[in-house]
């Protein structure tokens, strides 16, 4: 019997590697405009090469991060002594901002081992999933308790919510190659699970990987934003677009079942598999409480967010809900250092080295005349139907929120009011595409929804969130004072 060796996934696209390394040359080689530094300018060349191969899958996220850091180091954009050099271009591990989300997600891992996200997800719906609209909102619910602690939203989705999805479609003899059979139930609940999913992400700095990095380039212009100014700003927004979205995908794609009530046989059988809850289970309740409260009123203790994290994190080792392996084998939580790291990095150092201040001056220079009322939706706009070219949230927010929020601060917008907006929709745009956000891939490969509904749902509800963010929004924000 001949051995059989499963061949290793191909990581690097050589094809796309070498169109982004001479997309990367050109930039490097070309005269930098009148008041851009030549360090400057080389380095925005290493970070728009970094930003094309992520999107065009030349690497993977980490691997192009590596190579855009050994290139900072050795080129020495950011200080020419060698040393100094290799120092600043890992400056980025160093910002408490990534060590807040790789906490976060050790702490998501206690969520999932111990199978309270699960039972969470299965006692929501047990109570309102009786009908398919009630199972749409039972997810949301879910999704809505478990996004603080759980910063990775295709952990969330792909763990915990796409797995219950499975089974009730299966429930219901679901074949993705049947239409009549995709849309009694599972069409509905997977693009309703989806826009949850992506909705909660903004509402919690720790809901997915790319708001810290909003809170980082807002930093650098002066806008100071904490978990709780984060969650008071989203709340309301947020919580109007999951209430509305099922209520808007119903009828864009309605679900042709009206009774889902044998749904809760799968939910009644997987909560008696659990049994009661655990000790490691209430461990878990205790340490979500503790984490929560010190996120929204550590600040009065003295107590940040990343303490709040590592805190969190020494409770469940102590306690023994995780031990070292499992922070050991966290592999999403590392790669997360790494990129976020290496984006932060070069990020920062644009504004330090003077770039964004420039480039923001320069399309000030065009729309100058705009009022920032005028301004003001263009950007968001501009920002969010953007997101058609991207197939990563984290690379849209690294390429664009900076610059963006930089113009629209030089135009007079009041810096609060777009630095959240600018955060809450580099969540929202993943409703666009099938390929928009790290929980999308998950779900559409379930077969369970064609590209063409799921597109035409995306752009019937991108309406819905853009005027939603900037009206229900926007009164909120003038009502808590941000402008």
């Known amino acids: 019997m001949k051995s059989t060796v499963t061949k290793p996934a191909k990581e690097i696209s050589y094809k796309s590697l070498i169109a982004t390394v001479i997309f990367g040359l050109i930039l490097w080689f070309i005269s930098p405009p009148e008041g851009v530094t030549q360090n400057a300018w080389h380095l925005l060349a290493i970070f728009l090469a970094t930003i094309v191969g992520i999107i065009t899958k030349a690497a993977s996220m980490g691997t192009m991060s590596v190579v855009a850091m050994a290139l900072v180091a050795l080129t020495r954009v950011l200080d020419p002594n060698p040393v100094m050099a290799i120092t600043k271009t890992l400056s980025g591990f160093g910002n408490s901002l990534i060590w807040l989300i790789v906490m976060s997600f050790f702490i998501a891992r206690g ?9 969470i997800a299965c006692w929501f719906i047990k109570a309102m999933g009786k009908t398919p609209l009630g199972l749409a909102y039972s997810l949301s619910i879910s999704e809505l308790v478990l996004a603080p602690a759980i ?7 792909g763990g915990i919510i796409y797995p219950i999805i499975k089974s009730i479609a299966g429930m219901f003899d679901t ?10 139930i599972a069409a509905f609940l997977t693009l309703s699970a989806y826009n949850a999913n992506i909705i909660t992400s903004t509402m919690f700095l720790t809901a997915t990987a790319s708001n810290p990095l909003c809170q980082r380039f807002a930093a650098d212009l002066g806008i100071n934003i904490t978990w709780g100014s984060w969650a008071m700003a989203a709340m309301v927004p947020g919580l109007v677009a999951l209430i509305v979205t099922p209520l808007i995908i119903r009828k864009v794609l309605p679900p042709t079942l009206k ?3 044998q749904a809760l046989v799968i939910v009644n059988e997987s909560l008696k598999e659990m049994g009661p809850i655990s000790k490691n289970e209430w461990f878990m309740v205790a340490t979500f409480f503790i984490l929560l409260f010190l996120w929204i009123l550590g600040g009065l203790f003295g107590i940040d967010a990343t303490t709040t994290a590592f805190i969190g994190l020494s409770i469940l080792l102590l306690g023994s809900v995780l031990n070292w392996e499992d922070v050991k084998s966290e592999k999403a939580a590392w790669d997360t250092m790494v990129w976020f790291a290496a984006l932060v990095m070069m990020a920062s150092n644009l504004n330090t080295l003077g770039f964004i201040g420039w480039f923001s001056n320069w399309i000030k220079g065009y729309i100058a005349s705009l009022s920032w009322l005028a301004a003001f939706p263009i950007i968001i706009v501009v920002y969010f139907y953007s997101h058609y070219m991207f197939a990563s949230a984290t690379a849209h927010v690294a390429a664009m929120y900076a610059a963006l929020l930089g113009v629209g601060v030089s135009l007079g917008i009041p810096p609060y009011l777009l630095a959240y907006m600018l955060g809450f929709i580099g969540s929202v745009f993943g409703t666009l595409t099938h390929y928009g956000h790290g929980p999308a891939p998950v779900l559409f490969g379930s077969g369970y929804v064609t590209v063409k509904e799921w597109w035409t749902v995306g752009a019937v509800l991108s309406i819905f969130f853009i005027l939603n963010w900037m009206v229900v929004g926007g009164a909120w924000f003038k009502v808590l004072g941000l402008y």
């Open 259 to 261: 009774d889902t009530k």
């Open 151 to 157: 910063p990775s939203n295709t952990a969330r989705s």
């Open 175 to 184: 074949d993705p190659a049947n239409d009549a059979s995709r849309k009694k």
């Open 111 to 119: 969520f999932i081992k111990t199978g309270l996200g699960t039972r």
